[in-house]
């Protein structure tokens, strides 16, 4: 499953490939698997991933259209 909803998050920060695979402690290849569905992401990867970015796991993996952690309180 490609998600396409990562790249999207890390190109609104500006935020290149190889510093998201730093924070997760993994190669820049390996996280490009992730963003292009060639590798299933952890758990753990997503929860890093939502917080990072302030949304929900709900949100990158495209069962939710709401973005922002806010709009899921509301």
């Known amino acids: ?8 998050l890390r190109e609104d920060h ?11 402690g ?3 290849q390996y ?3 992730y963003e292009n569905g060639k ?4 758990i753990v990867h997503l929860i890093t991933l939502a917080k990072y970015y ?6 990158i993996v495209g069962l939710s259209n709401k973005k ?4 899921n309180e509301t």
């Open 1 to 8: 499953m490609k998600f396409k909803r990562l790249k999207d």
């Open 14 to 24: 500006d935020i290149y490939q190889k510093d998201i695979a730093n924070l997760l």
């Open 26 to 28: 993994i190669s820049q």
């Open 31 to 33: 996280y490009s698997e």
């Open 39 to 42: 590798r299933t992401i952890p």
């Open 54 to 59: 302030g949304t929900s796991i709900d949100y």
């Open 68 to 71: 922002n952690i806010s709009d």
